[in-house]
T-cell receptor, first 112, second 112 residues
């Protein structure tokens, strides 16, 4: 089955700097890649997603890139703010009613 | 539009007991997935229900079971609780698999 690896497990950045989180997946048939943000005491919140027919997607300060050949995708957060501090999860799934498979998460700390 | 609602938010149970958790999905969503979240293992897929049928099942023992009702509300049950079952149990709803999934706030289960 699908396996998703996520790096790094922890990341500290200065406020205003950029943060990059990377994930790799094993199943070349995977075609949907969402990213979730989980704040303390809350459930994961979908922040951005990308499908395999697109190489990059942006939404204000966040962007996701996908390299199908290398089977990896990345989350980029620019101009980080303290409220970006949270745990971020990547996930992958494919067509055919298969569930999302998650990476183990990255704890991002933005230092003011 | 109301989000995903999970009840109760917190539970404390004793080893050997059983527990039932509830999830009300977003109106119109027919797919409900359950995940177990622990610090060491991340989000582990338990099972998915779609239109009252279990469509996918993760690698968990038979003590973990679930069901879905005609109004798409779902319950999961854990019997003969073990200390290792202590975790945050998350429910996610989506219109169908391989599309945006929205999580509830989770039920924090503590087994003592």
């Amino acid at each position: 089955g699908e396996n998703v690896e996520q790096h790094p497990s922890t990341l500290s950045v200065q406020e205003g700097d950029s943060a990059v989180i990377k994930c790799t997946y094993s199943d070349s048939a995977s075609n949907y890649f969402p990213w979730y943000k989980q704040e303390l005491g809350k459930g994961p919140q979908l922040i951005i997603d990308i499908r395999s027919n697109v190489g990059e997607k942006k939404d204000q300060r966040i962007a996701v890139t996908l390299n199908k050949t290398a089977k990896h995708f990345s989350l980029h957060i620019t101009e980080t703010q303290p409220e970006d501090s949270a745990v971020y999860f990547c996930a992958a799934s494919k067509s055919g009613n298969t569930p999302l498979v998650f990476g183990k998460g990255t704890r991002l700390s933005v230092i003011a | 539009k109301a989000g995903v609602t999970q009840t109760p938010r917190y539970l404390i149970k004793t080893r050997g007991q059983q527990v039932t958790l509830s999830c009300s999905p977003i109106s119109g969503h027919r797919s409900v997935s359950w995940y177990q979240q622990t610090p060491g293992q991340g989000l582990q897929f338990l099972f998915e229900y779609f239109s009252e049928t279990q469509r996918n099942k993760g690698n968990f023992p038979g003590r973990f079971s679930g069901r879905q009702f005609s109004n798409s509300r779902s319950e999961m049950n854990v019997s003969t609780l073990e200390l290792g079952d202590s975790a945050l149990y998350l429910c996610a709803s989506s219109a169908r698999t391989n599309t945006e999934a929205f999580f509830g706030q989770g039920t924090r289960l503590t087994v003592v």
